[in-house]
Structure formats: C-alpha cells, structure tokens
C-alpha cells in the first residue's frame, strides 16, 4: 500500500496523520493486529486534467480478530464503518499515486477498536 502514494504523500487517517512514506510506513506498522477488509465503492471523481486528480471514494470498513490458519474469520460483528476518502492524485514518471488521501468517518460504531 505504501507504494500507491507519492513519497512525500499525506495520508489522514480520521485525524492521525502520516507524511511521506516512512511515516506512513510506521503508523501502519503500529496498527492494532486485526483482519481488516476495505471494500471501496462509488469512486466520484470530482477533477480531471493531464497531471492531477482528485476523487471522493467510499469505503465499508470491517475489522475482526485474526486466525492462526489463515481460515476465514468466522464472529458475529456490528463494527462495519463507512468512511469517506478524500483522495488527491498526481501522474508521476511510475504512474499514478495518491498525494493525499483524507480519511473521514461517515458511520460509525459505538465501539472502535
């Protein structure tokens, strides 16, 4: 995933934000260790030109516990989230890449884990 931004890309996680790529990097690594699934739907692209691209995107977000056995995980949950992403693209010489991502929280649990 660290690859999809630009290296001095800005990712805000619902108020936690990483700058560049090493940070991004970190505050990944310090996640709690949980099975998360993002399934990204209705990407609105709201500007377009040669070089640039912004997008709103929504997302249905899902945490549970992990297996051992890479089995799938089998609870009952009620901790599906949607968030918004406010996303910024540019075209770089590798391609296109995310120079700054915004998370916001749409709906929510009363627990997060």
């Known amino acids: 995933m660290i690859g999809?931004?630009?290296?001095?890309?800005?990712?805000?996680?619902?108020?936690?934000v990483h700058r560049g790529q090493d940070e991004?990097?970190?505050?990944?690594?310090?996640?709690?260790?949980?099975?998360?699934?993002?399934?990204?739907?209705?990407?609105?692209?709201?500007s377009v030109d040669d070089d640039t691209a912004e997008a709103v995107v929504c997302a249905m977000v899902y945490h549970g516990p992990i297996t051992e056995n890479g089995e799938p995980v089998v609870y009952a949950t009620d901790n599906g989230r949607v968030i918004e992403f406010q996303d910024r693209y540019v075209k770089t010489v590798d391609g296109w890449r995310i120079a700054s991502r915004i998370a916001?929280?749409?709906?929510?649990?009363?627990?997060?884990?």
């Open 4 to 16: 999809l931004f630009t290296p001095d890309g800005l990712f805000d996680r619902a108020g936690i």
């Open 104 to 113: 916001r929280p749409i709906f929510t649990p009363k627990v997060w884990p």
């Open 24 to 46: 991004l990097r970190e505050g990944m690594a310090e996640r709690p260790k949980v099975t998360t699934r993002h399934l990204l739907t209705n990407f609105h692209l709201t």
